[in-house]
């Protein structure tokens, strides 16, 4: 049994989708929840404060409002990609780096970062040149630069996906060496509001396939048990981890058993 009582996290995206489910659990728990987000949660949060994670000054000023003494950073906001090509890299890629790098002297001794990236982003192996090309920008605004220096193929959301997935496993050993840990949750479709947004840009047949094949999409409730597990004491050895939690189809996909979904 994972033991939240007397913790306190940071949650992004907690007004609602995963996030909230995520605030919701831990506040049960017993946890003290923080809030970062642009829109004002339901869940009785901690404390909130209003932050646009497109915009690196206003992260600088939640940051600053936060101080430390955290357990544990859940970078759960993110932004679909029917949303503009810079806001999406901004949010999930840009503002999940930047968070999880100013956690490194946020978090108590044994804390955790958790990044919700998505099972969209498997494609990183073929652009991790491009990758890490990118990861070696050292802020927001060269990082942004980069982006907007060199376009990709495809869909935006998918690219902003293999970076925050890449940054992952890439920064496991950095934690460690400082008592901590990194770890990435990649769900599949999920039922939430932006699932119509997904709809939109990956495909209807893509999206609706997936919930044929197994019966059902995920629910915000099923991501949020697994972050929360990574962000407790149980997973303490586990780090530099991207965990699928898709139903099995990436397991699928991996094996031949089923064709690559083409998002």
């Known amino acids: 049994m994972n033991d939240f009582n007397g ?14 489910a995520v605030a919701e659990l831990l506040l049960k728990a017993g946890a003290e ?25 206003s992260i600088a000023t939640a940051l600053d409002t936060l101080g430390g003494g955290y357990d544990g950073l859940l970078n759960v906001a993110g932004v679909p990609g029917t949303a ?5 890299f901004a949010v999930n890629t840009l503002a999940a780096r930047t968070l999880a790098e100013a956690f490194l002297e946020r978090l108590n001794t044994g804390g955790s970062v958790v990044i919700v990236s998505s099972t969209a982003g498997f494609g990183w192996p073929q ?15 060269e990082g942004a630069q980069w982006f907007a220096d060199h376009p990709q193929e495809g869909n935006t959301y998918n690219f902003s996906k293999e970076c925050t997935t890449v940054f992952v496993h890439a920064m496991g050993l950095v934690f460690n060496e400082l008592g901590l840990r990194i770890n990435a949750v990649l769900p599949g479709p999920v039922d939430t509001p ?5 709809r939109e840009t990956m495909g209807a047949d893509t999206i609706d396939g997936l919930a044929g094949l197994l019966g059902r ?3 915000a409730g099923d991501i949020a048990e697994v972050v929360a597990f990574l962000a407790s004491d149980a997973a303490r050895w586990v ?19 089923v064709p690559v979904p083409e998002f």
């Open 84 to 88: 503009p090509s810079s806001t999406v």
């Open 217 to 219: 999409h995920a629910t």
């Open 239 to 257: 780090n530099g981890e991207a965990i699928n939690v898709d139903g099995g189809v990436s397991g699928a996909v991996l094996s031949g058993s």
């Open 7 to 20: 913790k306190r996290y940071v949650v992004t995206g907690a007004a609602s989708g995963i996030g909230q």
């Open 33 to 57: 929840v923080h809030s970062l987000d642009r829109n004002t949660p339901t869940a009785p949060v901690t404390r909130h404060i209003e932050v646009d994670l497109a915009d690196p000054a």
């Open 194 to 198: 932006i699932l119509e947004d997904f």
């Open 127 to 141: 652009r991790l040149p491009q990758i890490r090309e990118f990861l070696a920008t050292d802020t927001f605004e």
